[in-house]
């Protein structure tokens, strides 16, 4: 099983309906996408300074399907939504 993290920190501007239209859009990505076994979004209540915005956990079956999902279609419509509202990603990829 492939785990598929990433962190985002986004723009403060509109960062409330920012927030909900991501988690709502990375949502519809399991019904959209069939390598992707599980999506779980997390919109973040910690306001320290070291905190990011909001989480995603996905779970893959192999590193092909993980790289399947980065260049399909939906993924990267939900990409160029997220690009323009965020400041900052991390991401952690890992074997489970």
Not at 52 to 68: G, P, R
Request: proline fraction near 2%.
């Amino acid at each position: 099983m492939i785990v598929h993290i990433v962190m985002f920190k986004l723009k403060e501007e509109d960062k409330k309906a920012s927030l909900v239209k991501i988690k709502a859009v990375l949502e519809q990505l399991p019904k959209k996408i069939e390598e992707l076994i599980s999506m779980e979004v997390g919109i973040n209540f910690d306001e320290s300074q070291r905190a990011f915005d909001l989480s995603l956990y996905s779970t893959f079956k192999t590193k092909e399907d993980l790289q399947a999902y980065a260049v399909h279609p939906a993924h990267l419509k939900v990409v160029e939504f997220i690009k323009s509202v965020a400041i900052e990603s991390k991401v952690v990829d890992y074997i489970q």
